[in-house]
């Protein structure tokens, strides 16, 4: 039995190894990526939709971040876990007149852009028909709300933003 339940743990842990594509960034790559984030520690690769992210964290933010590059080191994006109150008041203030300042929110992110430009991601609860539904709103950092989904499964709208 003792060996069924090893077997079956060493099989759930290779699957987990498996299933993480880390990456092991070319030297150049991560000079570009240090020269934008100098002070960035535990720093992480890894390979997504064809882009190289680093996960990382830095002094002074609330959480993880993520730093998306092209195969050229050119960096596309970074995407910051920020609090609520991080939010610029235009965006907080659309969102609550909409949904009420009441509304339980679940996660909030900056994602800064190539293009200059700044999205913040809000994922909050609402009740649709009488059930209890995630809602992913994207808006810009002047209040504008860009996109909605409801209900998706493992909604991430950051690829929506890829280029």
């Known amino acids: 039995m ?3 339940l090893f ?3 060493a099989f759930v842990a290779a699957l987990g190894f498996v299933a993480c594509d880390k990456y092991n960034a070319p030297t150049s790559m991560r000079k570009a990526f240090y020269d934008l984030y100098p002070t960035a ?5 890894e390979r997504r939709h064809g882009y190289a992210v680093a996960e990382f964290h830095l002094p002074g ?3 993880e971040c993520e730093a998306w590059f092209k195969k050229n080191n050119e960096w596309v994006m970074t995407k910051y876990d920020i609090r609520y109150s991080d939010l610029p008041a235009a965006v907080r203030t ?3 007149t909409q949904y009420g300042s009441q509304t339980p929110v679940d996660d909030v992110e900056r994602l800064e852009r190539y293009t ?3 999205i913040y991601f809000i994922e909050a ?3 649709v028909n009488g059930y209890l539904s995630e809602l992913y709103l994207d808006y810009a950092a002047d209040g504008t709300l860009l996109r909605t989904a409801v209900d998706v499964d493992d909604y ?4 929506y933003y890829l280029p």
């Open 41 to 45: 520690v535990d720093v992480e690769w």
């Open 61 to 63: 933010e609330s959480g």
């Open 94 to 96: 659309t969102f609550e």
């Open 2 to 4: 003792r060996r069924l």
């Open 7 to 9: 077997a079956a743990v």
């Open 116 to 118: 200059g430009e700044t």
């Open 156 to 159: 991430d709208g950051i690829y």
């Open 125 to 127: 609860q609402i009740v």
